[in-house]
């Protein structure tokens, strides 16, 4: 007697534990479900193409100013050139008309 109710009470639990394995991986193929894990999955992606593009966009800026700086010491260029002042050219200015001043009737 005592072997069946053993024998018949794992086949019970065997039944109810396929039972929930079985509706898990259904309610995981659902077309919501499937959608979902779409979505994260790419989300995912789309994070991990983001870090490496970064990732690339540093080390190209980095190995840059290192090379800039290679030809800067081998050209023998001065770092900090000095800029010649601002000309102003007399016929682009306006001498008639007060600085910033763009409606003609509001002056006079």
Known sequence: MFRRTFWFS??????????TKVNRK????????????AANKAI???????????????EVRDNMAQ????LTDALGIREDPELP??????????TTYPKHSYNRNEDH
């Open 10 to 19: 794992s086949g019970v639990a065997a039944g109810v534990w396929a039972t």
């Open 26 to 37: 259904l309610k995981q193929l659902t077309p919501e479900n499937l959608a979902v894990t």
């Open 44 to 58: 995912e992606t789309g994070a991990r193409l983001k870090d490496r593009a970064v990732g690339f966009a540093l």
């Open 67 to 70: 090379r800039e700086a290679e």
């Open 85 to 94: 002042a601002p000309r102003r050219i007399a016929a682009i200015e306006n």
